[in-house]
Structure formats: structure tokens, C-alpha cells
């Protein structure tokens, strides 16, 4: 794969601590991406805004604010990131679908395009810019927008399983499965909104444990042992 999204999740980023910034888990993502873009990868980053703002679980802020805040959560999140990534040597650019002023440039196909081929980490923040919209489905949307070869979906957890393996230890791991089959069986590997969009423009994701060991750049290099989702 020559052009990949990565989406990271938020609380992935935050380590034990679930809210917040652990810098030490930050910086091993970093370096594994740096051996990506070293090798020729052109990398897009999508991160998710868990770690400080969930508003969904909100029952008294109307769905619209409350998923500004959350929009505004993952363009946080990607600062902080963007800024590991370069203490580490790479150049980043952080773009969103409404204006920031001077924090981020706004998103377009062509100036990705032409950051991919400086070699710039391209992070994608502010999800699509509309509530009710997560950001799987702004992950997927902008994976088929700049057209890149796969989504790498870096989760807490290994595979795709047929049920939760945490509460149900003869849970079997899928090494390959289609977007069909997660859709039929409610799998929820993204939502459904961006299963559908990941179908219908043939996008495939591969999803893995971020904690593993060289866990991203396996994904890249062949020795990937998550599950691939097929289209």
C-alpha cells in the first residue's frame, strides 16, 4: 500500500490513564509511522475525540453542540500528535472541513495531494465538519476522497471477533471477513453509516492492536495478524 489512513482512537492515545495524553504511547506511534514515511508510504491520520469528550452519553446538551465539542476534541487530539510526530522528524500538516484560523488548513483533494508528495503526514481533524456523523464515517469519507489504498484501524483490541471477547472467552477472531458479513452480523468494527460507504466504494480496512508490537507498520509490511475486512 502506497497511500493509507491510519484512524487512531482517541482513549488508545491516552494509555491507562483513558482521558487525557499519555506522551509515551504517542511517541511509539510516531516513530512507527516515521518507518512508513521513510519507506515511500504516504500516511493520512484520522483520531478520534473519546479520550476528553464523548457526546453521545450527554442527555442534557442537544446532539448538534454536543457533537461540536467533539469535533473540536479531535482537532485538539491532532495538534497534540501532529507535534509528536515531528519532534520525532517528520513534517505534518493538520487539515479541517471548516476554518481554524490559523491552527489548521482547510481540506482539500489537491493540497493533500500535493503535501503527500513533500512527504508530509496529512492528519485529518474536525471529523466531516456536520454532526451525526462519527469519525469512522469521516475516516472512510476521506480514505475514498484521496483515494488511498486501505484504512489501518488501530483499535484496543486484535481482530474482529464473532462476539466480545472480553465476555466471552470462546470468542473466535476472524482473519479475514467481508463488510457484508459485519454489517449482517452488527460486528461493528466501524459504524454503519461507514460500513456502507466503505462498501459501496470498495475501501478495505484492516484492523489490528495498537499496544502490539510494531503493530502499524506490520500491518504495512506483510506480517499484519489482525483482520483484514474485505469489500
Not at 12 to 39: M, P, S, W, Y
Not at 50 to 58: A, L, Q, V
Not at 76 to 97: A, H, K, W
Not at 178 to 184: K, M, R, T, Y
Amino acid at each position: 500500500m502506497k497511500r493509507i489512513i491510519l484512524k487512531l482512537s482517541g482513549e488508545a492515545l491516552a494509555g491507562a490513564k483513558h482521558v487525557g495524553f499519555d506522551e509515551a504511547t504517542v511517541t511509539v506511534v510516531a516513530r512507527q509511522v516515521k518507518q512508513l514515511i521513510d519507506n515511500g508510504t504516504q500516511v493520512g491520520i484520522v483520531i478520534g475525540g473519546g479520550n476528553f469528550w464523548r457526546g453521545r452519553t450527554s442527555e442534557t446538551i442537544d446532539r448538534t453542540k454536543a457533537d461540536q465539542i467533539g469535533m473540536l476534541a479531535t482537532v485538539m487530539n491532532c495538534i497534540y500528535v501532529s507535534e509528536i510526530f515531528r519532534s520525532v522528524g517528520m513534517m505534518t500538516q493538520i487539515l479541517t472541513p471548516f476554518e481554524c484560523g490559523s491552527f489548521t488548513k482547510l481540506f482539500s483533494k489537491d493540497r493533500v495531494n500535493k503535501y503527500f508528495t513533500k512527504g508530509i503526514v496529512c492528519f485529518f481533524a474536525g471529523g466531516t465538519g456536520h454532526p451525526y456523523f462519527s469519525t469512522d464515517t469521516a475516516t472512510v469519507l476521506r480514505a475514498v476522497e484521496i483515494e488511498a489504498d486501505g484504512i489501518l484501524l488501530a483499535k484496543a483490541i486484535d481482530g474482529v471477533y464473532d462476539k466480545d471477547p472480553k465476555t466471552n472467552p470462546d470468542a473466535v477472531k476472524y482473519d479475514e471477513i467481508s463488510i457484508q458479513e459485519v454489517i449482517d452480523k452488527k460486528l461493528a468494527v466501524v459504524d454503519l453509516t461507514a460500513s456502507i460507504m466503505s462498501m459501496e466504494n470498495k475501501m478495505p480496512m484492516y484492523v489490528f492492536a495498537l499496544n502490539e508490537e510494531n503493530s502499524i507498520v506490520n500491518a504495512i509490511t506483510g506480517a499484519f495478524s489482525g483482520t483484514k475486512v474485505i469489500v
